[in-house]
């Protein structure tokens, strides 16, 4: 999968909006990040998943998963190796933490 692949699938998800943070693309719904490109590296994404949902992709596939740096990764925070994975794998992930990222965003109002 390439960063422009990963890009369009998450702009296809209803009400995202593509910004920055840090200096790394991200892709937000309501506010709320749920997917990032370039970190840790150009290589990479990153999808916010929760640590159940974080657990069985990299108990799956522990060449392409892997969790991010510190207290991020260890709330779900989780990091894709781009060139190791498919946009058929990564869309229903993508969904995942878009439907994550909205879920947080309705409780908090």
């Not at 506010?31 to 974080?54: E, H, N, R, S, W």
């Not at 510190?70 to 060139?83: D, H, K, M």
Request: glycine share 8%.
């Amino acid at each position: 999968m390439t960063a422009n692949q990963f890009r369009k699938l998450a702009l296809n998800l209803p009400g995202v909006v593509e910004s920055a943070h840090v200096h790394h693309p991200d892709f937000r719904v309501g506010k709320k990040i749920f997917a990032t490109l370039g970190y840790p590296d150009d290589d990479c994404g990153m999808v916010g998943l929760t640590p159940d949902q974080q657990a069985e992709v990299l108990d799956a596939e522990p060449e392409t998963f892997r969790p991010a740096a510190g207290a991020w990764g260890r709330r779900g925070s989780t990091v894709v190796v781009l060139a190791a994975t498919t946009a058929a794998r990564m869309r229903p992930l993508l969904r995942q933490a878009w439907a994550n990222a909205t879920a947080s965003a309705s409780r908090r109002r």
